[in-house]
Each structure stands twice: as C-alpha cells, then as structure tokens.
C-alpha cells in the first residue's frame, strides 16, 4: 500500500472513529429527558430573541465584536448542524469536517467558525458522553502523557489562529481556508476513487480497513524507542503488556492539540487512528482515551483560546447541537433502507464539496492580501461558484436521506432506535 493510500486510510478512520462518538453522544443526549429539557432552556432565549428581532444577546453583535447576529442566522446553524448530522449518521463519517467550512460559506468568520465549532463540540461531550464503563480501560500514564502534549497544542494551535487574526483577518480566513482545503482535497479525491474502485470490483474496500487494525510496523518501531518515561499499556489484554516513551505520546498530544485548535474539530478524529495505528494501543483503551481526550482538549480550546477573546458565537453553537441531534438520527436510520454503495459515493462529494468550497474562497483572500494580481469580478465569480457548488451538494444530499427516511418510515418505526448502524452498510 502506498504512502498517500495509508494517509487516506488513516483519516477514513479518524473520521469514523469521530463519527461513532458523535453518534453515541446524542442517542445519549436524546434518551436523557433531563438534558433535553437543559438544551431547550438554553435555547429558547435566543428563539425569542429571533422572534422580537432582537440582536442584542450573548454572542450578538453587541456583545463581542467579531460576531455579526441577524435573525436567520440561528436558523441557518441548525441546518447546517442537521446536515453535518445527516451525514455522520448516514455515511457514518466526515459530518464534522463541513461545519467550519459551512459556517465560513454562511458568512461567519473563519476564528469565529472554529471557535465556535470546538464549543459546540465540548457542549456535546458535556451533555452526552456516558462515561460509564468505558473509562475503566482508560491506561492512566498513557492519558496523562497524553493530555499534557494536546494541552499545549491547544495553546499552540489558538495562538496561530489569533495571531493570524490580530495580524490581519484576511490572513486568518486564508489559512484556515487552505487548512481545510488541503485536508478536504486530499481525503476527498482518495474517497472518490475508493468509490469508484469499489464500484467496478464490488469490493467492500475493508481489507484496506483491515490493514489498519492490530499491531502495525510503525507501532513496533514506535515503542521500540526507549525514551524515558517509559509507560505501560494494555496489561489486561497481552500478558506483560506494551511499553512506550511517554515523550513520544506527549508529542501525539501536542498533534492533535494542534490540529482541534485550528480547525475546531475537537480532536477526537485523529486520536483513535493515533493510537491504534501509530502508537499500537488497542482499540478498548483507546476508546475510553479518547472519550476523556475529546471533553479535555475541546474543552480547553474552547474556553482558554477562543471562548475568552469573545471568538465563540453561542447562538450557532446551540443551534447546530440542536440539528445535529436531529440529523445524526435520521441519518443512522437511514442506512438501513439504502444501499451502502450509495452511501460511499455521497461521502465522497460532500467531502469534496468541502474542498471547493474552501479552496475556490482563496483566490479572491489572496488578492486581498495582494499576494496575486486577478480581476475582482473573476475571483469574486469563483467564490460564489463554489459556495453555489456547496450548498446545492449539501441541499440535494440532505433531501435525498430525509426523503428515503419519509418513504420508509413504517418500515423503520418496527424498528429498536439502539439498533441503528452507524457504520456505512456494504451494498451485498
């Protein structure tokens, strides 16, 4: 397997591994009428606000300057938080990879969007994450080595985006967007050809999936490097065992930190490909790592690096916890009365809806930054091009699983609500 295939892969699983989280937090939130009842408190402040045409509340423009608040613009984060769900659910990854870059396409700005996106984030750990049992394989050394490292990225990661900022807002905008388009660009292209691959061979592609779980080359080498402290793992499942340099686990953390801070995902959709594929840990203590991970770094980010310089819109937050809760439902329904082939295909282009979105917003950033020398009407045209591109990707996916839900509504209601795959089901 190639380097750029093991990358693909790579990602493929952070974004699933991120997806089940998220769809695990709200089937919790949704059963726990007491938290319902909390999220609605919260919310119906600011649909009143839009009912009395009111502006002036907590993340409005009155209250930090960065933000802009008009009476759509709440309405406009639960569909984009209802589209994000509909595709965590249905395509069972890549939903939280459209929400910074679909709030930058709505006209919020890209620190902002982040910003906003990491407390939408925490909002949700806090509320649904059922901590339980999970945490009992939580290796204590490994999670502290750990939350050091993010800890600092987090610091990293939100001083770049503010430095940026304060430098200059165009220089923000554009780096957050060329971020996201790389990233988007680059898993984008591989899932199309992926889909396209597996259309012609009928295959599954999960022997590529495969290659990623149990013990990898790159993890023996990995905890064969004896960098004091030395940690011990996984004791409970290989007699003796596993080692590995504290140091190295930090410096993950510090990745990860890094990457939740500039682009608001919060960090779980690369610690669990990390851990398994780069560190060697197994999957049971990986995930009890990455639940305590994803409230840590999330919250950390949220709070001491955007939250406090008034880079957190409250009323979006709200707003896409509440369609997403929706979304991520009907999407995971879903699945189970369309074919998996379809959905594979559906995940492709909305990721690479993503990438144009954000990579046909740089021609017209660098020109204001006069880094290049084109017509405004020229990159002016290519920008709304791809928001035009965008948004009808977007609008024609989440049509097309609200209508198959609709369709087969008797059919689904027999069904148990636990049972709902999340993972994308394989066309037979």
Same mark, same amino acid.
Not at 57 to 83: D, E, H
Not at 292 to 310: S, V
């Given at each position: 397997?190639?380097?750029?295939?093991?990358?693909?892969?790579?990602?493929?699983?952070?974004?699933?591994?991120?997806?089940?989280?998220?769809?695990?937090?709200?089937?919790?939130?949704?059963?726990?009428?007491?938290?319902?009842?909390?999220?609605?408190?919260?919310?119906?402040?600011?649909?009143?606000?839009?009912?009395?045409?009111?502006?002036?509340?907590?993340?409005?423009?009155?209250?930090?300057?960065?933000?802009?608040?008009?009476?759509?613009?709440?309405?406009?984060?639960?569909?984009?938080?209802?589209?994000?769900?509909?595709?965590?659910?249905?395509?069972?990854?890549?939903?939280?990879?459209?929400?910074?870059?679909?709030?930058?396409?709505?006209?919020?700005?890209?620190?902002?969007?982040?910003?906003?996106?990491?407390?939408?984030?925490?909002?949700?750990?806090?509320? &649904?994450? =059922?901590?339980? %049992?999970? !945490?009992? #394989?939580?290796?204590?050394? *490994?999670?502290? $080595? +750990?939350?050091?490292?993010?800890?600092?990225?987090?610091?990293? &990661?939100? =001083?770049?985006? %503010?430095? !940026?900022? #304060?430098?200059?807002?165009? *220089?923000?905008? $554009? +780096?957050?967007?060329?971020?996201?388009?790389?990233?988007?660009?680059?898993?984008?292209?591989?899932?199309?050809?992926?889909?396209?691959?597996?259309?012609?061979?009928?295959?599954?592609?999960?022997?590529?999936?495969?290659?990623?779980?149990?013990?990898?080359?790159?993890?023996?080498?990995?905890?064969?490097?004896?960098?004091?402290?030395?940690?011990?793992?996984?004791?409970?499942?290989?007699?003796?065992?596993?080692?590995?340099?504290?140091?190295?686990?930090?410096?993950?953390?510090?990745?990860?930190?890094?990457?939740?801070?500039?682009?608001?995902?919060?960090?779980?959709?690369?610690?669990?490909?990390?851990?398994?594929?780069?560190?060697?840990?197994?999957?049971?203590?990986?995930?009890?790592?990455?639940?305590?991970?994803?409230?840590?770094?999330?919250?950390?980010?949220?709070?001491?690096?955007?939250?406090?310089?008034?880079?957190?819109?409250?009323?979006?937050?709200?707003?896409?916890?509440?369609?997403?809760?929706?979304?991520?439902?009907?999407?995971?329904?879903?699945?189970?009365?369309?074919?998996?082939?379809?959905?594979?295909?559906?995940?492709?282009?909305?990721?690479?809806?993503?990438?144009?979105?954000?990579?046909?917003?740089?021609?017209?950033?660098?020109?204001?930054?006069?880094?290049?020398?084109?017509?405004?009407?020229?990159?002016?045209?290519?920008?709304?091009?791809?928001?035009?591109?965008?948004?009808?990707?977007?609008?024609?996916?989440?049509?097309?699983?609200?209508?198959?839900?609709?369709?087969?509504?008797?059919?689904?209601?027999?069904?148990?609500?636990?049972?709902?795959?999340?993972?994308?089901?394989?066309?037979?």
């Amino acid at each position: 397997m190639g380097i750029g295939r093991q990358i693909f892969e790579f990602l493929k699983m952070a974004s699933t591994a991120h997806a089940r989280w998220d769809y695990e937090v709200s089937m919790n939130i949704l059963r726990k009428k007491k938290k319902l009842l909390i999220l609605l408190a919260a919310t119906l402040p600011i649909l009143a606000a839009i009912v009395v045409e009111a502006g002036d509340i907590l993340g409005g423009k009155s209250a930090y300057a960065p933000a802009f608040y008009s009476t759509n613009i709440f309405l406009i984060s639960i569909a984009i938080g209802m589209c994000a769900g509909l595709i965590t659910g249905c395509i069972g990854a890549g939903g939280g990879f459209i929400i910074t870059p679909a709030l930058m396409a709505a006209g919020v700005k890209g620190i902002l969007a982040v910003g906003t996106d990491l407390f939408h984030i925490f909002a949700k750990a806090i509320m &649904g994450t =059922a901590v339980h %049992k999970k !945490l009992g #394989n939580v290796s204590v050394k *490994l999670a502290l $080595a +750990f939350l050091v490292g993010s800890a600092g990225g987090t610091f990293i &990661g939100g =001083a770049i985006n %503010k430095g !940026l900022y #304060n430098k200059d807002p165009l *220089l923000s905008e $554009a +780096f957050i967007s060329a971020v996201y388009a790389l990233l988007l660009g680059f898993l984008g292209f591989y899932a199309l050809a992926d889909f396209l691959r597996s259309r012609k061979s009928k295959d599954s592609g999960d022997a590529h999936s495969s290659s990623l779980s149990g013990t990898t080359n790159l993890s023996i080498k990995i905890q064969k490097v004896n960098i004091p402290p030395m940690i011990r793992f996984d004791e409970d499942y290989i007699p003796g065992g596993k080692r590995i340099s504290g140091v190295i686990v930090a410096l993950g953390g510090v990745v990860v930190g890094v990457m939740a801070a500039i682009m608001g995902v919060g960090g779980g959709f690369i610690t669990f490909p990390m851990f398994v594929y780069v560190f060697g840990v197994s999957s049971m203590t990986t995930v009890g790592t990455d639940i305590l991970q994803i409230i840590f770094t999330a919250g950390l980010g949220a709070i001491t690096q955007y939250a406090i310089y008034g880079y957190v819109f409250y009323t979006l937050a709200m707003g896409m916890l509440l369609g997403s809760l929706i979304g991520v439902q009907v999407g995971a329904l879903t699945t189970k009365v369309v074919k998996g082939i379809h959905i594979r295909g559906f995940y492709a282009v909305s990721i690479l809806a993503g990438f144009i979105n954000r990579a046909f917003t740089l021609p017209k950033k660098l020109v204001e930054l006069e880094v290049i020398n084109i017509s405004k009407p020229v990159v002016q045209g290519i920008e709304t091009a791809g928001n035009i591109i965008f948004w009808i990707v977007v609008g024609i996916f989440a049509i097309w699983v609200i209508s198959k839900f609709m369709m087969n509504i008797n059919t689904l209601r027999g069904e148990e609500e636990h049972t709902a795959p999340l993972l994308v089901k394989e066309e037979a």
